[in-house]
């Protein structure tokens, strides 16, 4: 295994309002657990905001972690061994694990020979470049500084890298501004794999191109696997490139993992309800399909939803998926003023994360429409009780958790629609 | 069916330090009423530059070599703008633009608009949502809003409890003469919006029509609408201009509220008050979309307006523009990607070092591509499928120098000598499908 990553986390402090109170944070990567096996290709794919290319940078160790692992080129049997030791609370072995392993206990050197064996191309080639360098330099770079190679056999090794992303030679003396996208990004390619890495991130490395040079990188980065035997970690929003590339497919939404499993199968048939509609919305040539069009947008990741992360925007959310009493109260709002026109001194006041007083309506009306709203408005479903009150009715919700990964149907789930299921 | 807009032989050549480029090289199309033409290339196909030039945006370097825009009942956008022969000057280039404006000036953003693919830099970021949309209306259709305004002042609650028994007994027709002849012609827009709104109880339609009466205006606003209403000229008082604009546009962002419910944006009242970066691209497209159609212009050129955007938020987009074709929009889509043109247009052009090399339906040109670039264009489509994809050899030509004959000689695998030589028309096959190869007809 190239890659080994346990729980990792990342969340970036963001300013909090006069700098008074507690500081905020983005939770762009919350808890994630990835495996890239050498000589694979992984796919790693979700919509823009779900921390696909944090998760990408914290691999390759441009972002320092706030928590979690990293193991790096692991045989398999001390992998299983960390496992077990994980699940038994074994911190001795663990640590003794960690401490071969770890990317993150690393000396300043060993980092730097580390680092030769990571490789990485970002999604925008013309930003990844540097204008003021020729293409010999730009791809020499990685080389001369990790100490891989130097002075002629680097140089050597510039005009065989040009061969084999399909440049002609004299190119090693352009700059980056008379390139075309894609010869910018078989530049950025030759580059990332100078230093023969174990590792290569791709973020994104077609989608800024057209699809007829997305197919040649494509094709090319197909190549290069084969030859160097690496994981490649593809990042990328596009599902149909993820499915036609990877043998791996890792789904993320909103900073966590919601499926995960072989390529083929996750996106042929999908099974999380978000992977589904996401499936669902992939545009293919000559297919009609039934679209399940998402309300809303992705979350606000500082102000996580209570519970699942997809719960709000989920066509399929039940009871337990983590209502609160802000989101029902809101429905409600809407179904008492606007659709039902109750009477205009309705008011609904929140009592705790799950309970809710409404006044102004009597319990045995609320019942009604609450019972005739049950299918069409998800929230309402996680109303438990209702018990007549003072001057209204009072609410009490079913308490909602998080869902965590399980497996389920040959992958991995997060979702508590298959917990109860398997249960 | 009629021809809404027809190009014909489209030559624009730009003049940079660098030299001359051919970005246009005769484009021949023709958009019906109520069609979705898909319109599709490699970037650098001349794509935007041919929804521009329709638009009549051209830079002041760019130089109209010849060719037609018709566009319904308007005639030749562009006769002013065409070049004789000559040299380019740049100083001749302002000049031509600027008549061009001026002549574009009450059919741009009225009967013809654009969507932008970057919806964050076609907003303003200093102005409110309500703003930017009503703005639109206020240049274009200030009567409008005056004759909005007025009738809800004009009418009493009476007329709208005789309005709403209209509505229920459903007999629009009747509606429309009610209000025409009390003079409230006005009301109508206003009124079918609110009743069309879905997930809203009877009950609170009635309230909010009723509402809508006895609006109060003060005897200076009600003389400044009264004189939007009967086209007199604005009168040059100092801080006059002023006031009118921001009463009319007021009055826009009422419409502008109705506009974004019409396009499923929730809470349309907030939105209005708020600025571009508080909303989310998805949103920001809709805000964009809705200026576009705001004065239900005749064409609607829509310049990839779903590429910035992620998949989920990309099918809520194409939704729309389905639903806007359903109500009889003309829609020139400007997409690299096939995929989201086979799904949304009925016809699709495809571009090359720009002209169009092949023009059909849909369903032909995705199931039977006939020219060898479109060919070769979906075989680089990634589907979810086991099928190999490849690449186009070669690169998109230098529009600099562009090769003799047929542009796409260097990369075809089916190149003939003729090919080098000559440039192949667009020829007609069997019906609808248009396509411009040595290969096919017997135009060698």
Not at chain 1, 252 to 268: F, H, S
Not at chain 2, 22 to 32: E, H, I, M
Request: aromatic share 6%; proline share 5%.
């Amino acid at each position: 295994m190239i890659i080994a990553a346990y729980n990792l986390k990342k969340y970036f402090p963001v300013g909090s309002p006069l700098g008074l109170g507690r500081t905020l944070e983005v939770k762009a990567v919350d808890g994630v657990s990835i495996k890239i096996p050498a000589d694979e290709i992984v796919g790693l794919v979700g919509e823009s905001g779900s921390g696909k290319s944090t998760l990408g940078r914290l691999i390759t160790l441009l972002t320092k972690p706030t928590s979690g692992e990293i193991l790096f080129d692991v045989p398999e049997g001390v992998l299983a061994e960390y496992e077990q030791a994980l699940e038994s609370g074994d911190a001795d072995r663990r640590k003794a694990i960690e401490h071969d392993y770890s990317l993150l206990h690393m000396s300043w050197s060993g980092l730097k020979r580390v680092r030769r064996s990571l490789g990485m191309v970002f999604q925008d080639p013309t930003a990844s470049l540097d204008p003021r360098m020729t293409v010999k330099d730009i791809i020499m770079e990685p080389m001369v500084e990790t100490g891989h190679m130097n002075g002629e056999a680097a140089r050597e090794r510039v005009f065989e890298l040009l061969r084999k992303v399909k440049l002609p030679e004299y190119f090693a003396y352009r700059y980056p501004h008379e390139l075309s996208g894609g010869q910018k990004q078989r530049v950025a390619l030759a580059r990332a794999i100078s230093t023969d890495p174990k590792l290569l991130v791709l973020d994104e490395p077609t989608s800024a191109l057209d699809v007829s040079v997305q197919a040649q990188i494509l094709a090319l980065i197909k190549e290069i696997k084969q030859e160097l035997r690496s994981g490649v970690l593809l990042i990328t929003h596009n599902i149909s490139v993820a499915y036609y590339m990877s043998n791996h497919i890792y789904v993320m939404y909103a900073g966590k993992m919601v499926e995960t499993g072989q390529a083929k199968r996750v996106i042929k048939e999908p099974k999380h309800p978000y992977t589904v509609s996401l499936m669902s919305a992939v545009p293919v040539i000559n297919v009609k399909k039934e679209r399940i069009i998402l309300r809303g947008e992705a979350p606000n990741l500082i102000f996580l939803p209570y519970g699942c992360r997809f719960h709000p925007r989920c066509p399929m959310a039940f009871e337990i998926c983590g209502w609160t009493s802000d989101e029902v109260k809101e429905d409600l709002q809407y179904l008492l003023e606007e659709k039902y026109y109750v009477d205009e001194h309705t008011q609904i006041t929140v009592d705790g994360r799950f309970a809710l007083k409404i006044f102004g309506v009597s319990p045995e009306r609320l019942k009604a429409i609450i019972e005739a709203e049950r299918e069409s408005v998800a929230s309402l479903r996680a109303v438990k009780e209702m018990l007549p009150a003072e001057g209204g009715a009072a609410v009490r919700l079913y308490q909602g958790f998080e869902p965590t990964l399980k497996s389920y149907d040959g992958r991995q789930i997060s979702c508590l629609l298959f917990e109860t299921q398997s249960k | 069916m009629s021809e809404l807009l027809t190009v014909r032989d489209l030559r624009l050549e730009f003049y940079t330090r660098r030299g001359m480029y051919k970005v246009l090289n005769g484009v021949n199309l023709s958009l019906r009423k109520g069609e979705v033409l898909g319109l599709a290339g490699e970037s650098g196909s001349g794509k935007s530059t041919l929804g521009l030039t329709i638009m009549g945006l051209v830079a002041d370097n760019a130089k109209i070599v010849g060719g037609d825009v018709i566009f319904a009942e308007h005639g030749n956008l562009i006769t002013n703008a065409v070049w004789p022969d000559g040299k380019y000057v740049a100083k001749r280039g302002r000049k031509i633009i600027k008549r061009l404006n001026s002549q574009l000036l009450h059919i741009r953003g009225k009967e013809m608009t654009m969507v932008f693919q970057d919806s964050m830099t076609s907003l303003n970021p200093l102005l409110k949502i309500g703003y930017q949309i009503g703005e639109v209306i206020y240049y274009h259709n200030p009567r409008l809003l005056a004759e909005r305004a007025l009738a809800r002042n004009r009418a009493t609650r009476e007329d709208m409890r005789e309005v709403v028994m209209l509505l229920k007994t459903r007999e629009e027709r009747d509606l429309t003469r009610f209000l025409n002849e009390k003079g409230l012609g006005g009301l109508y827009e206003q009124i079918n919006s609110i009743w069309q709104r879905p997930g809203m109880s009877e009950v609170k339609k009635e309230r909010a029509i009723l509402s809508l009466a006895g609006q109060r205006l003060s005897g200076f606003e009600k003389s400044v609408l009264e004189a939007v209403r009967d086209n007199k000229p604005v009168t040059n008082v100092p801080l006059y201009r002023g006031y009118r604009k921001r009463l009319l546009i007021r009055e826009g962002v009422r419409k502008a509220v109705e506009l974004l419910s019409d396009l499923s944006v929730p809470h349309p009242e907030k939105v209005v008050d708020m600025y571009p970066h508080e909303l989310s691209g998805g949103m920001r497209q809709r805000v964009v979309i809705a200026i576009a159609l705001a004065n239900n212009p005749k064409l609607v050129i829509m310049d990839e307006p779903t590429s910035a955007l992620d998949v989920t938020i990309q099918a809520q987009v194409l939704e729309l523009v389905k639903r806007l074709k359903s109500k009889g929009s003309s829609i020139v889509f400007i997409s690299h990607d096939l995929s989201v043109l086979a799904e949304v247009s009925d016809r699709i052009a495809i571009m090359y070092a720009g002209s169009i090399v092949e023009l059909g339906e849909t369903y032909d040109i995705v199931n039977e591509p006939k020219h060898p670039y479109t060919v070769a264009l979906l075989g680089a489509v990634p589907t979810l499928t086991e099928k190999e994809i490849r690449g186009i050899e070669g690169e998109i030509p230098d529009l600099k120098n562009l090769p003799s004959g047929c542009a796409f000689h260097p990369r075809c695998p089916y190149v003939m000598d003729v090919c080098k030589k000559l440039k192949p028309d667009l020829i007609t096959l069997g019906g609808k499908r248009q396509v411009a190869c040595f290969l096919f007809g017997d135009s060698k």
